[in-house]
């Protein structure tokens, strides 16, 4: 059954602002209410939204302004001073993360270690969306473990790219080598960093200064989506995600004397259309998989927790930052990605993941992130509970 646009949005935005207002009122977070509106809206639910590809629509633009805004409010300049945050820390708890992931599967399940490893895919990105926000409105984005966690989520949007050009690969469907296709990749990025640099010091400076010249903010709204599309569909015609260019499009904007007057422009869209991606994975899941599948995913909740937070922890002590900035880190960022749906996706498709494991994985990751806005604003108090058992044995003895 076909509906107008607009009755589908009616419906989502009605069904929505329900949820959320009872959940407001049970003190809920948010996100939650999201996740609970598409469990109600699924296909799986309900037969009105069974072809609905216009909420993935909106979901992947919530996405793309989510990032463009990230990029907005850190800048060049700001991502030069974490720059080993990035490299080395993010890379850390990306190949930490695969490597734990993958072993521990193909010991407890043993699956082929094809399989085994693109679990690790899947587990290597946390959720940029839930955590940033939480950041942000907790006033904890400059802050070390904030800096670091920032830099490790830059890392994962970056690396979703070769993670879903090793996928095929992996599936055996590939028809180039694995180092073919990771030179291709980085060849891909130096040409993107250099257009980034010709747009960055040249042509959006002057770009903008014109704009301003008519002393609207409704045309400068124009020109800031002009740009952010623009260069998004550059990335991706590169064979990059989206994603990336929307950030790329946020740290230029950041480096000009515009960016205050671009952040106040995009906040009010941001959280509209990133609540439609949130109500868009509720969606994808079959609610009927905790009737038949109750202990695996209580098994595999705790299991991803546990593997995430202790990649996390290490990929801190590399850096040999201190241990309250590794716990707090480490439990931040121990949920399953946005991107990694996309990856999953794809698993599904090259037959790497059965149809069962896909809703175990999509239960797991939509509880997971239930939970993350909770352990991201007490993370700094997970180093003090875990010393207190110590303290009070030293007080005794």
């Not at 720059?83 to 993958?102: D, E, M, P, R, W």
């Not at 984005?141 to 095929?168: C, E, N, R, S």
């Not at 990856?343 to 509880?367: C, R, T």
């Amino acid at each position: 059954m076909q509906h107008h646009v607009l009755l589908n949005l009616f419906a989502i935005f009605g069904v929505a602002t329900a949820v959320i207002v009872i959940c407001k009122f049970l003190k809920i977070r948010y996100i939650i209410g999201y996740l609970i509106t598409g469990v109600l809206l699924s296909p799986n639910t309900s037969q009105y939204f069974a072809d609905m590809e216009e909420v993935d629509v909106y979901a992947e633009i919530g996405i793309i302004l989510l990032l463009f805004t990230v990029g907005l409010e850190f800048s060049f300049s700001n991502l030069k001073r974490i720059k080993n945050y990035v490299l080395i820390g993010g890379a850390s708890q990306v190949f930490l993360t695969i490597l734990l992931t993958a072993g521990l599967i193909w010991l407890l399940m043993r699956p082929s270690v094809e399989e085994s490893i693109f679990w690790g895919f899947l587990y290597a990105l946390s959720s940029t969306a839930i955590v940033v926000k939480v950041l942000q409105d907790t006033n904890k984005i400059t802050t070390q473990h904030g800096k670091f966690i920032l830099a490790v989520l830059l890392f994962q949007d970056i690396m979703i790219v070769p993670l879903m050009l090793f996928t095929p690969i992996l599936a055996g469907a590939g028809d180039t080598s694995p180092m073919e296709a990771l030179l291709w990749l980085l060849g891909k990025l130096v040409l993107m960093g250099g257009i980034a640099y010709l747009l960055a010091r040249f042509v959006i400076p002057f770009f903008l200064k014109t704009v301003m010249k008519i002393q609207s903010q409704e045309v400068f709204l124009i020109a800031l989506v002009f740009i952010v599309t623009g260069i998004a569909l550059l990335t991706e015609e590169l064979g990059l995600s989206l994603a990336l260019g929307a950030f790329i499009a946020g740290l230029i904007i950041a480096e000009t004397e515009y960016h205050r007057m671009a952040i106040s422009c995009f906040l009010p869209f941001r959280y509209v259309f990133m609540s439609f991606f949130f109500i868009s994975m509720g969606m994808l899941l079959d609610w009927k998989i905790f009737t038949t599948d109750l202990g695996w995913i209580v098994f595999w909740f705790f299991f991803t927790l546990a593997v995430k937070a202790v990649a996390g922890i290490l990929a801190v002590k590399v850096m040999k930052l201190d241990w309250k900035t590794a716990l707090a880190v480490g439990f931040s960022i121990a949920q399953i990605g946005e991107f990694s749906f996309v990856l999953a996706q794809s698993g599904l498709e090259y037959e790497l993941i059965s149809k069962n494991n896909y809703q175990i994985f999509l239960a797991v990751s939509i509880l997971l992130m239930s939970v993350t806005p909770f352990i991201v604003t007490q993370a700094e108090n997970i180093h003090p509970t875990f010393l207190k058992p110590f303290k009070t044995k030293r007080h005794v003895g």
